[in-house]
């Protein structure tokens, strides 16, 4: 399986064609239709938030203030 960036990387190019106007077309008597673009966003945002957990960012740390 890829890495977290290639996933991402896939799935921001795929938003990028149906945001083109690529989110469906025909070929003879035969209709391609592309991933949902709702999914995709949603995968996006995973992806990131996993990216951002891996490389340590957007940790936060409740103060207490006990020690």
């Given at each position: 399986?890829?890495?977290?960036?290639?996933?991402?990387?896939?799935?921001?190019?795929?938003?990028?064609?149906?945001?083109?106007?690529?989110?469906?077309?025909?070929?003879?008597?035969?209709?391609?239709?592309?991933?949902?673009?709702?999914?995709?966003?949603?995968?996006?945002?995973?992806?990131?938030l996993a990216l951002?957990?891996?490389?340590?960012?957007?940790?936060?740390?409740?103060?207490?203030?006990?020690?």
């Open positions: 399986m890829d890495g977290l960036e290639e996933q991402l990387e896939r799935v921001q190019k795929a938003i990028a064609a149906i945001e083109g106007g690529a989110q469906e077309y025909q070929i003879d008597n035969r209709r391609v239709s592309h991933a949902d673009l709702a999914a995709l966003y949603r995968r996006e945002g995973s992806l990131k951002a957990r891996e490389n340590g960012e957007g940790i936060l740390y409740a103060n207490t203030g006990r020690l």
